[in-house]
């Protein structure tokens, strides 16, 4: 089973950019589409961009098209989410996994890394 843990959240000013890692182990990461979701307090987990397991086809939802940038490297067994222009409403807890995602409940959603945009 394909194992990801976040990382790189942190706490930066409206404007600024932050990248995310998502480092995978356990199973054959470039067998997997990969993509990055967020939760903010009170809302539901919603999809951010997606990957295909070469690379290739990124997708982004409109709220971050433009500002975000997915990408990965199948020979380190990672993926990235550059955040540029940040906005307080990216504040969020952002979380990696296969595309299209497990359940809610599934034992592959990890601890997630926090974002938190300040005005």
């Known amino acids: 089973q394909l194992q990801l843990v976040e990382s790189g959240g942190g706490l930066v000013q409206s404007g600024r950019s932050l990248r995310l890692s998502c480092a995978a182990s356990?199973?054959?990461?470039?067998?997997?589409?990969i993509a990055w979701f967020r939760q903010a307090p009170g809302q539901k987990r919603e999809w951010v961009s997606c990957?295909?397991?070469?690379?290739?086809?990124?997708a982004y939802a409109d709220s971050v098209k433009g500002r975000f940038t997915i990408s990965r490297d199948n020979a380190k067994n990672v993926m990235y989410l550059e955040m540029n222009s940040l906005k307080p409403e990216d504040t969020a807890v952002y979380y990696c996994?296969?595309?299209?995602?497990?359940?809610?409940?599934?034992?592959?959603w990890g601890q997630g890394t926090q974002v938190t945009v300040s005005s």
């Open positions: 356990g199973d054959s990461f470039d067998s997997y589409a």
């Open positions: 990957i295909n397991d070469r690379g290739g086809s990124p």
């Open positions: 996994n296969t595309f299209p995602p497990p359940p809610m409940g599934s034992a592959s």
